[in-house]
């Protein structure tokens, strides 16, 4: 009987323990590369025994000498009794992983599942999202006047925690024509600039979307529709391509053609 009692009890503080040691919930973390993160588990650490982190079972700290932060960029403070605060340095992209803390071999919690992103960014402006083909920077771009014009622009890499996206038209002479549409999350931000109606006096103007320190411009160049001029286009440009052997024909030497012979054509200019 006395065997028994002893193989319950036993059995009990093993189970105790297990849950002891998987009790609580693992936090998502996500951070920049670069960043300095802190990890924060709720327990009194009185000095005795040793402190451990750990990184998907492999040990990036170990307060007793084993692994110090000074070769690791792994800190820990105590300045509250109730709580072990340990500071990543400088994260970077391999820093990724399932964080647990351990006091003398006894796992705490909380787990923290850290996502380190990478810390580039890219900024670009093409003719819509669906084909995306980003314009050179400067780079030149169709408006067919009494047409809309509409461009997009997509910023990526990083996280961020709002939409940063601007516009800017220099000279500014379309202040009631044109319509921003912008959707972003913590990974991507995009935007579409709608101008109704291109006008004349928007041929040379600098278009250029912003966010964040990140910067590309077009200039715009307008073309006038000469109602009979679009089929003679065509036709040139067909006879140019099957007897003279052009690649492609020049229509921005034309000062008025067809809409259909300019939209989508950026080699044209």
Known sequence: MGAVDFDFL?????????VLQTRGETIPLEYEEGSNVSLTFDFAFTGFGFLQ??????EVYRSDGGLPGAETGVYVSLERRDVVTFTLSLVELSDSGIYRCFATGLEKSPAYNLEVVSSEKFI????????????????????????????????????RSNCSIRWRIEPDILPLSKKNITSCDRYQEESLLEIKTVTENLDGSRITCES??????VFVRTKHIRPGLSQIGRVIKWVGTMYL?????????????????????KEYF
């Open 245 to 265: 052997g052009l690649d492609t024909f020049d229509i921005s030497q034309l000062s008025e053609v067809s809409e259909h012979e300019l939209i989508g054509n």
């Open 10 to 18: 036993t059995v009990s503080v093993l189970l105790l323990l297990f």
């Open 53 to 58: 982190l750990k990184r998907n079972n492999d």
């Open 124 to 159: 670009g402006i093409s003719e819509d999202f669906d084909n995306w083909d980003p314009f050179e920077i400067d780079d030149y771009v169709a408006g067919i006047e009494g047409s809309k014009l509409t461009l997009a622009c997509r910023v990526h890499g990083g996280l």
């Open 212 to 217: 964040g320190g990140l910067n590309t411009s």
